[in-house]
């Protein structure tokens, strides 16, 4: 605020009392390594292809520079990645300089202006012949420092902008450990070497389509079955339950067309029997409208329904036999011998 830097604390502090400052070494180097690095890549980038630096994020994983352009080719992508990394094995020094706020070298320094709050002398930070910028953030004294940069490609911005996705330093050797850590696992789980790991998982891919294809084809065999036998009976309840966990919802909606709800109510859920799953509760519109919303809540779940049938989500499926209950409470007070 003004010329006073601010700190925040978790607990008041007398003025004049001693405190003790810790430093996290780790992470202030790793934030002088992308803050250095964005310098050097907005640098070379508008030197290159004259693209502008419009503002930039520091991520926890990676960085994002949002360049002035609609568009940046791969090839443009390759050769600022090693123009940049030139600079680095160059051992090029960055200097940090302070300048009065009336000196007219800031007229030739790049900079988005200074604060209105602004007060005392103007911080510079050059990296020497490549770029001189107006920075109160933390950096490198050298670029040897930085160790090196990859460009990770780039991502689509707002309008008529381009996010460049980057690593510098400790990052790039942490990102290339995780790869390979996933890479040993990958090599172990598809039994075959690293180059025929995309290979492998469109085979395992083609498969697993052809597995659901095969099962889906079968579960709707099985609800035709199902509702089948239950119409065979001479004597049909008027209460249906169902409940298998690998269904879903055209198996269940198969059932219910092939009994037919005109005079049947069916209750059908499909999941996991102690946790989460689809309900689907049809039969006469009346008695629908009437239940669907109270087997929802039972079942801790949202639904919605039309037309005899009422359908959802639910996160309680171990109160199925609640609902049960519910269904043939109100069956047996509808029915004429009762």
């Known amino acids: 605020r003004g010329p006073e830097a601010v700190h925040f604390v978790q607990v008041s502090l007398e003025p004049g009392s001693e405190v003790l400052l810790s430093l996290d070494w780790e992470r202030r180097f790793d934030h002088m390594q992308q803050h250095s690095g964005q310098h050097l890549i907005t640098a070379i980038a508008e030197q290159m292809f004259g693209f502008k630096t419009t503002s930039w994020e520091l991520g926890r994983q990676r960085s994002v520079i949002e360049l002035d352009t609609p568009s940046m080719t791969a090839e443009q992508t390759e050769a600022l990645e090693r123009s940049v990394n030139e600079k680095i094995r160059e051992r090029v020094p960055v200097v940090v300089r302070e300048l009065a706020a009336d000196d007219p070298e800031i007229e030739t320094v790049r900079s988005r202006g200074l604060p209105d709050d602004h007060a005392g002398p103007v911080r510079v930070v050059d990296i020497e012949g490549i770029d001189s910028n107006m920075c109160c953030g933390t950096h490198v004294s050298n670029l040897s420092d930085l ?192």
């Open 147 to 338: 160790q090196v940069i990859k460009l990770l490609g780039t991502e689509k911005g707002k309008k008529n902008k381009t996010n460049l996705v980057f690593l510098a330093g400790n990052r790039v050797l942490k990102s290339m450990e995780q790869s390979h850590s996933t890479e040993k696992a990958l090599t172990s789980l598809l039994k075959n070497g690293p180059g025929e790991h995309v290979e492998a998982v469109k085979r395992l891919q083609s498969s697993v389509k052809l597995l659901q294809k095969n099962n889906l084809n079968l579960l709707r065999d099985m609800a035709v079955l199902i509702a089948r036998d239950f119409r065979s009976k001479p004597a049909q309840s008027q209460l249906f339950v169902l409940h298998r966990k690998e269904g879903d919802s055209e198996f269940m909606n198969i059932i219910a067309n092939e009994i037919g709800t005109e005079e049947t109510l069916l209750f059908l859920t499909v999941g996991d029997e102690k946790e989460a799953g689809l309900f689907l509760l049809a039969g006469p519109v009346e008695a629908v409208e009437n239940l669907g919303p109270r087997v929802a809540e039972l079942l801790g779940g949202k639904g919605a329904g039309k037309r005899g049938r009422f359908q959802g989500k639910a996160t309680k499926m171990s109160r199925r036999g609640e609902v049960q209950a519910l269904l043939q409470e109100f069956i047996s007070h509808r029915s004429p011998e009762a």
